[in-house]
């Protein structure tokens, strides 16, 4: 039991880091910018704002699925210090994933409960497939592990945007069943926010209380309510949390001061 004279407990510090994008090849470029370069500046600028208790890396963590570019990250990533929980996004390679991310500080797991918090994963992936589907498996998963700590305020994390974020391209390629995903949100009610990665971009709604959120790429970003792949110019970034005692957060967007390196101006797609 706490007493009277005990300071409170810290917030958990926790960093979404996504759509990383690696390749084998050290030098490997994603619409001309160096995305293990954009990491390694990623989380230098981490470590000298926000240090960090935990990190998800939320999905398309590699761009060609290779062993190379999965020890890559965690050569990146291990920098920061902190436990790393990763989930696959459509440019990953499963079980190249999970064997690499699965040891030594990084973890591929279903659900991670820490400092009164409970993190919940998801594969949204489809094998062959750019777009997202949450398969039965995953469902039943999902609810018994909210089932398991009620009382533990939860962030839900996936790949795949699970509501339309306003971008006709990038919506063909959410999660295409959310309705009995959100039937287990709304019986839930200690889930605080939904999180996912793949849309290269910033988004912030709230659905039933419940806050639905997306984050920057460490590298390229996709330009909002675009109807056509375009590219926005914003640095690459993170989103970060504070996850309080008492059930609530804080969250924004730590961005890097400009673009490291020069973006192809005539991409079209990636």
Do not use: K
Request: include cysteine; proline fraction near 7%; charge should be negative.
């Amino acid at each position: 039991m706490r007493t009277g004279s005990e300071a409170p407990a810290r917030a958990l510090q926790l960093i979404q880091i996504t759509d990383t994008h690696l390749f084998a090849d050290a030098g490997g470029t994603l619409l001309g910018l160096d995305t293990r370069h954009c990491l390694r500046e990623i989380v230098a600028l981490l470590l000298r704002t926000q240090p960090p208790d935990l990190i998800v890396a939320s999905g398309d963590l590699t761009h060609d699925g290779s062993p190379q570019a999965y020890q890559a990250l965690r050569d990146c990533l291990a920098a920061a210090g902190a436990p790393v929980f990763c989930l696959p996004g459509n440019h990953d390679e499963g079980t190249a994933l999970r064997a690499s991310m699965n040891r030594d500080g990084f973890f591929t797991v279903r659900s991670h409960c820490d400092r009164g918090w409970q993190q919940v994963f998801l594969d949204s992936t489809i094998p062959g497939d750019e777009g997202g589907h949450l398969a039965a498996q995953e469902l039943q998963e999902l609810d018994a592990a909210l089932g398991a700590h009620p009382r533990l305020p939860a962030l839900v994390w996936l790949h795949h945007q699970p509501v339309p974020i306003g971008s006709r391209w990038l919506d063909t390629m959410a999660v295409d069943n959310p309705g009995p995903f959100f039937d287990i949100i709304d019986r839930h009610p200690q889930v605080r926010a939904i999180v996912w990665g793949h849309v290269h971009q910033v988004f912030d709604r709230t659905r039933n209380g419940v806050r639905l959120l997306a984050g920057p790429s460490t590298g390229i970003q996709f330009l909002p309510g675009s109807d056509r792949f375009a590219i926005d110019h914003s640095p690459p970034g993170y989103r970060w949390f504070e996850l309080h005692p008492d059930g609530e957060f804080d969250t924004g967007i730590q961005r890097l001061e400009r673009i490291p390196g020069i973006i192809d101006a005539d991409a079209r797609g990636y």
